[in-house]
Nanobody, 124 residues
Framework: QVQLVESGGGLVEAGGSLRLSCAASGRTFSAYTMGWFRQAPGKEREFVAAITWSGGSTLYEDSVKGRFTCSRDAAKNTVYLQMNSLKPEDTAVYFC?????????????????WGQGTQVTVSS
């Protein structure tokens, strides 16, 4: 059974940085794509970034390009989301997700496994 556990969220001032981690277990993830999504209060869950586990191909939502970087450490079975130059509008619960496909997918329903989420709050 796939388990995803996010960590690294918190409260940060605008302009600051956070690094989210997603520890994955229960499978060999070489054939998986890992995604990061976020959900702000009253809003739908939205795509942030994704990375293919094997080749490391990445895709970012336009508003985070140049500020966020997605990476993976195969030895640790962990995916990271480095978030720099944070803005108040980045405030949300951030979720890690996984799907057994080697394709960059951007819609929540395309992912099969989800973590519990971690809160990121950016103060102005």
């Amino acid at each position: 059974q796939v388990q995803l556990v996010e960590s690294g969220g918190g409260l940060v001032e605008a302009g600051g940085s956070l690094r989210l981690s997603c520890a994955a277990s229960g499978r060999t993830f070489s054939a998986y794509t890992m995604g990061w999504f976020r959900q702000a209060p009253g809003k739908e869950r939205e795509f942030v970034a994704a990375i293919t586990w094997s080749g490391g191909s990445t895709l970012y939502e336009d508003s985070v390009k140049g500020r966020f970087t997605c990476s993976r450490d195969a030895a640790k079975n962990t995916v990271y989301l480095q978030m720099n130059s944070l803005k108040p509008e980045d405030t949300a619960v951030y979720f890690c997700a996984a799907v057994r496909r080697l394709a960059i997918l951007t819609l929540p329903h395309e992912y099969d496994y989800w973590g519990q989420g971690t809160q990121v709050t950016v103060s102005s």
